[in-house]
């Protein structure tokens, strides 16, 4: 089975500055996509950015990128310039094989991140 | 909407007290999931329905917890005999399925919130 780990309960940044959320998780499989989701406030949670495990090239989508090391199980969100908009929960999630039916995410238990002004 | 949509946001049960929590997911989504959110920790898996059909519910807590899709779009979640264990955000999501482009993300609903007393 599958496990996330988030060992960052809680994390703060000052507005405009970078911070950066880790993750690490426990797999057998070879190929899998791992995901950073937000979770705003009594607000759905969306997703912020995926890596798929055979490319190599680190996702980035604007002021967010992740660090993927896969032989140390690793993979982590680095938010630069951070804005009040992104005070959230933020869950590093695993799933098998997105090419297929029915592969459940599996979450970690979550930061909580506040940006402060 | 274009988005997923989940009724009751709010539910407030009598433990003992059956509940139904309803989910509209995107039109067209072949994929619906349930999933269970304590007080600050990560989803848990509950469910999966591909289209009508109820392929994974290896999640599902107890025989109480029953959900259906039965014309392959709108699904329900029914609680029956609340305890007060089951009280938690239930989150439904859905994805378009494998289509040669899944690109593994999930769309989420904004929950159910479920207070069992």
């Known amino acids: 089975a599958q496990t996330v780990t988030q060992s960052q309960p809680e994390m703060s940044v000052q507005e405009a500055e970078t911070v950066t959320l880790s993750c690490t998780y426990d797999t057998s499989e070879s190929n899998y996509y791992l995901f950073w989701y937000k979770q705003p406030p009594s607000r759905q949670m969306i997703l912020v950015i995926r890596q798929e495990a055979y490319k190599q090239q680190n996702a980035t989508e604007n002021r967010f990128s992740v660090n993927f090391q896969k032989a140390a199980k690793s993979f982590s969100l680095k938010i630069s310039d951070s804005q009040l908009g992104d005070t959230a929960m933020y869950f590093c999630?695993?799933?098998?094989?997105?090419?297929?039916?029915?592969?459940?995410?599996?979450f970690g238990a979550g930061t909580i991140l506040r940006v402060k002004s | 909407g274009a988005g997923v949509s989940q009724s009751p946001r709010y539910k407030v049960a009598k433990r003992g007290q059956d509940v139904a929590l309803r989910c509209d997911p995107i039109?067209?989504?072949?994929?619906l999931f349930w999933y269970q959110q304590a007080l600050g920790q990560g989803p848990e898996f509950l469910t999966y329905?591909?289209?009508?059909?109820?392929?994974?519910k290896s999640g599902l807590p107890s025989d109480r917890f029953f959900a259906e899709r039965p014309e392959g779009s709108v699904s329900t979640l029914k609680i029956q005999r609340t305890q007060q264990e089951d009280s938690a955000v239930y989150l439904c999501a859905s994805s378009p399925g494998y289509s040669g482009g899944n690109t593994g993300e999930l769309f989420f609903g904004e929950g159910s919130r479920l207070t069992v007393l």
């Open positions: 039109s067209g989504h072949v994929s």
């Open positions: 329905f591909q289209n009508e059909a109820q392929l994974d």
């Open positions: 999630a695993f799933m098998k094989d997105a090419m297929e039916y029915g592969n459940k995410l599996v």
